[in-house]
């Protein structure tokens, strides 16, 4: 059992040593500026990335199976949106326990994903396109919900999953630990995990071998569901409030970092492991731009770059490969 996680350990920096030196180089570099060298590596920033990117974690971790699939998912943000608003109303406007809501904007979540993964396999509608519609429609059930305007709740039970501690360490880093190590669980050691890669390699060859493509494909779609409606009622717990703009761009960090996580654009390949460091130097990137008083708008310009740097080396790796 030791040698077989050591090994593990081994192939996991191997396979991914490209992206843990540039992870190391953010951080050396933060460390040594002059602007972020003493709030860069302390305790309470530390955490305060990891909480910040715990959302983006649950979404990657969908986005990653969806996109080994060959598709995309552009719904996750605006289901963002709708699962945190719908948390907060049911708790204000409905009196609902928090848990109780929780499990509704997660369903929500669910349902998002199944009316997409379903439209997916039902059709011939590429899932760039039906998700663009998804996010649409999202976003302004959610807008019509709200009116526009954000639901506080201000509830010590609401405030637990984003904003709340287990000892020392925030809820919201001890949720991204569970569920992330589910999603690696489910990935790489059931058949359903196997399915997802063999359909992404060749849709047409794993019908063939027995693999029911449309039932992949709709459990990966309503499985990042969920993940967007986890993320939801994390980021309005941490905001205290239901706001129908929360996840705006949501969907552009997770792409980034499984994309800088080494998962391939064409599908077929790709793994979580890399994604989660991916989700880390997206983190860790904007905490120091941040740091650095970069202002807002520039940054969408560097984490435009740094997508384009990755899909390059995604590129240049396929046409190796001779893929």
């Not at 972020?36 to 909480?51: D, G, Y």
């Not at 406007?93 to 994903?113: Q, R, T």
């Not at 047409?204 to 409606?229: D, E, P, W, Y």
Request: aromatic residues 8%.
């Amino acid at each position: 059992m030791a040698v077989r996680l050591k090994n593990g350990v081994v192939k996991y920096f191997k396979d991914n040593i490209g992206i843990i030196i540039a992870l190391l180089a953010m951080c050396v570099f933060l460390i040594i500026f002059p602007t972020t060298r003493s709030t860069f590596l302390t305790q309470k920033n530390v955490f305060n990335i990891l909480r910040q990117n715990a959302s983006n974690l649950f979404l990657a971790t969908g986005m990653t199976m969806v996109i080994i699939l060959g598709g995309i998912d552009l719904s996750v943000g605006s289901v963002i949106a709708l699962s945190g608003c719908v948390a907060a109303g049911c708790v204000v406007h409905l009196g609902m326990p928090e848990a109780v809501a929780f499990l509704i904007a997660v369903g929500i979540g669910a349902l998002v994903g199944m009316a997409n993964g379903l439209v997916i396999c039902k059709t011939n509608i590429p899932p760039f396109i039906v998700t663009l519609a998804s996010m649409n429609i999202t976003k302004g059930i959610a807008l019509v919900y709200t009116q526009g305007a954000p639901i506080r709740c201000m509830t010590d039970g609401f405030k637990f999953p984003g904003a709340g501690y287990v000892g020392p360490i925030p809820t919201p880093v001890i949720l991204m630990l569970i569920i992330f190590v589910i999603a690696i669980l489910l990935v790489n050691r059931t058949h359903f995990g196997r399915h997802i890669y063999a359909v992404g390699g060749n849709a047409q060859a794993a019908r063939f071998s027995g693999i029911n493509v449309s039932k992949v494909k709709f459990l990966v779609h309503t499985f990042i569901g969920v993940m967007a409606g986890i993320a939801g009622v994390v980021v309005a717990s941490r905001l205290y409030s239901g706001q129908p703009t929360a996840g705006d761009g949501a969907e552009m960090d997770a792409i980034a970092a499984v994309v800088v996580g080494g998962t391939s654009m064409s599908g077929g390949s790709g793994r979580l492991g890399g994604t989660l460091i991916g989700v880390l130097i997206i983190g860790v990137l904007n905490n120091g731009l941040n740091l650095m008083g970069v202002d807002s708008n520039w940054q969408y310009i560097v984490k435009g770059f740094v997508i384009l740097l990755a899909v390059y080396v995604d590129f240049i790796r396929n046409r190796k490969a001779g893929r």
